[in-house]
């Protein structure tokens, strides 16, 4: 009982941001304040996943951009973000692998310290027992692990590496949830797959597998790109499959996604590729009939050269280190430029931080984590 007061508690905050957004988006009183900010600290990564430019340049052998954020940057947008939206921010280190990323965890330490929800998301080749029960001693409030399937041949398609890379993923997540318990920490995991032509099939097998363990939740996101082997073209077997998975959440299994975001997304793969603009700047171009985009009320984006930008294909609105807080940058006239192009746009792009889900879902989600 204690635990679901805390947890009702620590959930007033993030419902607080839900109604400011409510407000911003319906009348003309901008009042929203952050409620999730991303990190990109760096372009490295050991992986060689060909749906992303990371892994493509990797596998092309090209030297990654050298250029990162610095533990002064991140301290700094971190006081901008303490001032900004206070408590009930999800701050996430994510993209390229934060874990080769040298200020991780003195940021993880520092950022659980200001009061945030702090978590990174990691493909988990490096999560042995040493680093597992690390992050467990830091207790973020997440971890997100990538994993498309727990088949190595199906995995190793979208996410080829030695022959070894599913069963590091899996041993990773069991690592994870062991240091947990031991170290008696409350972290959540959330494993997140790229629905595609390649795993659909598979993809009820991690759900069975961890989706109803304590604290683990599946958070699904629908392929973007011009491959045609990773684009679903059977959208009527791709329901069926929705619907089985929609099944398995009656079963108890977390899906952070809601029925309806699952249905959309057999209607996204039902649009076709080439109805899906993959190029960035993308606002007043053809688009699906999608609803109308929140995230200029929501989030922030910060990439490695310390760019700040509320869509992540729009301009910034500022960069860190620049000389304006992140207040000013939230609230400036770029800002407000870009809520504008936002607003125009209609792409149905389905980051999983800009699908919209009810209020209750996502408590529903929070309590259960
Ligand atoms: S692990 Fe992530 S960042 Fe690295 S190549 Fe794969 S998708 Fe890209
Ligand atoms: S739908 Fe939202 S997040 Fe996606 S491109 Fe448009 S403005 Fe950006």
Redesign the pocket.
């Known amino acids: 009982m204690a635990n679901f007061v805390q947890k009702v508690a620590a959930g007033v905050p993030f419902f607080a941001k839900e109604v400011r957004v409510a407000v911003s988006d319906r009348t003309p009183f901008m009042i929203a304040r952050p409620r999730s900010v991303n990190i990109l600290p760096s372009k490295r990564?050991?992986?060689?996943?060909p749906?992303?430019?990371?892994?493509e340049a990797?596998l092309k052998g090209e030297k990654p951009d050298p250029v990162e954020l610095t533990a002064g940057q991140v301290s700094e947008l971190f006081d901008g973000i303490k001032d900004l939206s206070g408590k009930g921010v999800v701050v996430s280190f994510a993209?390229?692998?934060p874990t080769v990323w040298k200020p991780l965890w003195d940021m993880l330490e520092r950022g659980r310290d200001l009061g945030f929800a702090i978590s990174f998301t990691t493909?988990g080749y490096t999560m042995k027992e040493a680093q597992a029960a690390r992050v467990a001693s830091i207790n973020p409030f997440n971890v997100g692990v990538?994993l498309e399937s727990l088949r190595g041949e199906i995995n190793e398609i979208m996410?080829p590496l030695d022959g070894k890379g599913t069963q590091k993923t899996i041993d990773c997540i069991e690592n994870l949830l062991a240091a947990r318990d031991q170290a008696g920490a409350d972290m959540s995991l959330n494993i997140k797959t790229v629905l595609s032509g390649v795993n659909y099939e598979y993809v009820h097998e991690i759900v069975e597998r961890f989706a109803a363990r304590p604290g683990v939740m599946w958070t699904p996101q629908p392929f973007r790109g011009t491959d045609d082997r990773m684009w679903i073209h059977d959208t009527k077997r791709f329901a069926e499959v929705i619907e089985h998975l929609i099944t398995l959440r009656t079963q108890g299994h977390k899906i952070n996604a809601s029925d309806k975001n699952l249905r959309d997304f057999v209607t996204y793969f039902e649009a076709g590729m080439e109805r899906v603009d993959n190029a960035p700047n993308r606002s007043g171009e053809e688009t699906l009939d999608a609803p109308r985009c929140q995230i200029g009320f929501t989030s922030i984006f910060v990439t490695q050269d310390a760019q700040v930008r509320l869509c992540p294909y729009m301009e910034p609105v500022g960069r860190i280190g620049d000389g304006q807080t992140l207040r000013q940058m939230w609230t400036g006239k770029a800002a407000q430029e870009r809520r504008e192009q936002i607003a125009a746009c209609k792409v149905d792009c389905e980051l999983s931080c800009t699908r919209r889900t009810s209020i209750l879902n996502k408590a529903k989600l929070f309590l259960q984590r």
């Open positions: 990564c050991n992986a060689f996943c749906m992303c430019p990371i892994g990797n993209d390229g692998e493909n990538s996410r």
